[in-house]
């Protein structure tokens, strides 16, 4: 039976341990398939709705809190919502929600997030002993975190789940679009100057690159609103958001103020959306959210 010819990509069950399709082929199995590597993975994000990453090509851009700002109003909403934070060279969720110094918890199901006001946050800031602590990591560690983020923590039944990554186009966006193929959409944050929005465009081609939709673009710091009589005044350029979405054909979400109750409340831990709910600003980030909705 030597001669007989077998099919392209035909086995005959004398080499699994020098086959590349050993991992999944039945056959090396003793006639029972595999199991799914990424079993854990899709159970958990099957128990989620909704999944946005919010991105920025550019740092400094306030992306944080319009994530953290946008989970908030979302969770007000009546919404169940999770919050994970992946900038892990620089996580600022814990600070900005009053969460610093705790700690995650678990059992034999995997850890649970760490709960403020009915919203679920996760962040490498809860695996620090100290939060002075740099987190000193290579690209093949920060991705294998990454996935324990998602795979191995019980975030439960979720409408939505927003997903906090540092600036830039690398290791923790790409894990983060790879490890869920069907994310929903980024949201891209910039600021008005044309040197911010430069930036942020190869963020929006990152997407395009990935097939993850773009939902749209955020100016943040759009003109003063003041604390008095909540007029905005521009300070810095205007437009550079809206003309970005426009260059780039995708949606412009809304414009946020600069405010400085959204600067205080982070300092103090507290979401601005829902310490200053009345404010301009807020409106601002819940009219994003209802244009997020609506796209």
Same mark, same amino acid.
């Given at each position: 039976?030597?001669?007989? !010819?077998?099919?392209?990509?035909?086995?005959?069950?004398?080499?699994?341990?020098?086959?590349?399709?050993?991992?999944?082929?039945?056959?090396?199995?003793?006639?029972?398939?595999?199991?799914?590597?990424?079993?854990?993975?899709?159970?958990?994000?099957?128990?989620?709705?909704?999944?946005?990453?919010?991105?920025?090509?550019?740092?400094?851009?306030?992306?944080?809190?319009?994530?953290?700002?946008?989970?908030?109003?979302?969770?007000?909403?009546?919404?169940?919502?999770?919050?994970?934070?992946?900038?892990?060279?620089?996580?600022?969720?814990?600070?900005?929600?009053?969460?610093?110094?705790?700690?995650?918890?678990?059992?034999?199901?995997?850890?649970?997030?760490?709960?403020?006001?009915?919203?679920?946050?996760?962040?490498?800031?809860?695996?620090?002993?100290?939060?002075? *602590?740099?987190?000193?990591?290579?690209?093949?560690?920060?991705?294998?975190?990454?996935?324990?983020?998602?795979?191995?923590?019980?975030?439960?039944?979720?409408?939505?789940?927003?997903?906090?990554?540092?600036?830039?186009?690398?290791?923790?966006?790409?894990?983060?679009?790879?490890?869920?193929?069907?994310?929903?959409?980024?949201?891209?944050?910039?600021?008005?100057?044309?040197?911010?929005?430069? *930036?942020?465009?190869?963020?929006?081609?990152?997407?395009?690159?990935?097939?993850?939709?773009?939902?749209?673009?955020?100016?943040?710091?759009?003109?003063?609103?003041?604390?008095?009589?909540?007029?905005?005044?521009?300070?810095?350029? !205007?437009?550079?958001?809206?003309?970005?979405?426009?260059?780039?054909?995708?949606?412009?979400?809304?414009?946020?103020?600069?405010?400085?109750?959204?600067?205080?409340?982070?300092? !103090?831990?507290?979401?601005?959306?829902?310490?200053?709910?009345?404010?301009?600003?807020?409106?601002?980030?819940?009219?994003?959210?209802?244009?997020?909705?609506?796209?």
């Amino acid at each position: 039976m030597s001669n007989v !010819e077998k099919k392209p990509g035909a086995c005959d069950k004398t080499a699994c341990g020098a086959c590349s399709h050993a991992a999944t082929c039945p056959s090396a199995h003793g006639g029972v398939p595999a199991a799914d590597p990424n079993a854990k993975l899709k159970s958990r994000l099957g128990r989620i709705r909704r999944k946005i990453i919010v991105m920025s090509g550019k740092g400094g851009v306030g992306k944080s809190t319009v994530a953290v700002n946008l989970a908030m109003a979302a969770m007000l909403s009546g919404q169940r919502v999770g919050l994970l934070d992946v900038d892990l060279h620089g996580p600022s969720v814990p600070t900005m929600l009053g969460l610093e110094g705790q700690k995650l918890v678990g059992d034999d199901s995997g850890f649970y997030p760490v709960t403020v006001g009915g919203l679920s946050v996760l962040s490498v800031g809860f695996l620090l002993k100290n939060p002075d *602590d740099p987190v000193v990591w290579r690209g093949p560690v920060k991705i294998g975190v990454i996935r324990q983020f998602i795979e191995d923590v019980n975030w439960g039944d979720l409408d939505l789940l927003v997903i906090d990554v540092p600036p830039g186009t690398g290791d923790e966006p790409l894990t983060v679009c790879q490890l869920i193929p069907d994310l929903d959409g980024a949201v891209i944050v910039t600021t008005p100057q044309k040197v911010a929005a430069v *930036d942020v465009r190869k963020s929006v081609s990152f997407c395009k690159d990935l097939n993850v939709p773009v939902l749209g673009v955020v100016e943040n710091m759009s003109g003063f609103a003041c604390p008095k009589c909540g007029e905005i005044t521009p300070i810095l350029r !205007e437009g550079g958001g809206k003309k970005l979405a426009d260059d780039m054909h995708v949606p412009f979400l809304g414009s946020i103020p600069i405010d400085p109750m959204i600067a205080t409340s982070g300092d !103090e831990g507290r979401a601005f959306v829902e310490d200053s709910g009345r404010s301009p600003a807020a409106g601002c980030f819940r009219e994003i959210l209802h244009n997020l909705y609506q796209g």
